[in-house]
T-cell receptor
Framework: ETGVTQTPRHLVMGMTNKKSLKCEQHLGHNAMYWYKQSAKKPLELMFVYSLEERVENNSVPSRFSPECPNSSHLFLHLHTLQPEDSALYLC????????????FGPGTRLLVL | EDQVTQSPEALRLQEGESSSLNCSYTVSGLRGLFWYRQDPGKGPEFLFTLYSAGEEKEKERLKATLTKKESFLHITAPKPEDSATYLCAVKRADSWGKLQFGAGTQVVVTP
């Protein structure tokens, strides 16, 4: 595997379900991110992790819960979501203090029914 | 508040018809400006990073330039495979890891 990978690629869930999105980076970076991309809107930063510590929570509802167990893995735990949470969820990583360019995964397309 | 505005929202080009995309920004203390390409249903693909006014970078048919207020992405003699949404993002010098994205320009190149 190379770059940034995300699983699953597609997810359909009911409003009462609990699911998790997984991201893995193979670039040796020290920072990881979750973004939300809705139709016709700019990418919205959700969470930033540096060396497994959360450094930013961009006013995200508590039904989204991130977890970063190590510098290569990032999870987004989902529970009791709303239909308006349907979107493309993107993970990215970067080397802060270095090149700082963020590299993105392919995304998880989430549909909440 | 930081702002990133991309124009036009959409652009339709004939193959070989060169054009430019604009990214206007207001940010306090620019650390870097980033261009990405995004195909439908996929994650953004990194193209360029520009750090200071006057800087230019090229890759195949794409050339990115930067001034103190805006950046341009020039597409020279585009091909259908250049069809994508092009995203611009800025990073502040005092912002750890945070990128502010524009809404993107959707480019369609027809044969």
């Amino acid at each position: 595997e190379t770059g940034v990978t995300q699983t699953p690629r597609h997810l359909v869930m009911g409003m009462t379900n609990k699911k998790s999105l997984k991201c893995e980076q193979h670039l040796g970076h020290n920072a990881m991110y979750w973004y939300k991309q809705s139709a016709k809107k700019p990418l919205e930063l959700m969470f930033v992790y540096s060396l497994e510590e959360r450094v930013e929570n961009n006013s995200v509802p508590s039904r989204f819960s991130p977890e970063c167990p190590n510098s290569s893995h990032l999870f987004l735990h989902l529970h009791t979501l709303q239909p308006e949470d349907s979107a493309l969820y993107l993970c990215a990583s970067s080397q802060e203090g270095g090149g700082e360019t963020q590299y993105f995964g392919p995304g998880t397309r989430l549909l909440v029914l | 508040e930081d702002q990133v505005t991309q124009s036009p929202e959409a652009l339709r080009l004939q193959e070989g018809e060169s054009s430019s995309l604009n990214c206007s920004y207001t940010v306090s203390g620019l650390r870097g400006l980033f261009w990405y390409r995004q195909d439908p249903g996929k994650g953004p693909e990194f193209l360029f990073t520009l750090y200071s006014a006057g800087e230019e970078k090229e890759k195949e048919r794409l050339k990115a330039t930067l001034t103190k207020k805006e950046s341009f992405l020039h597409i020279t003699a585009p091909k259908p495979e250049d069809s994508a949404t092009y995203l611009c993002a800025v990073k502040r010098a005092d912002s750890w890891g945070k990128l502010q994205f524009g809404a993107g320009t959707q480019v369609v190149v027809t044969p």
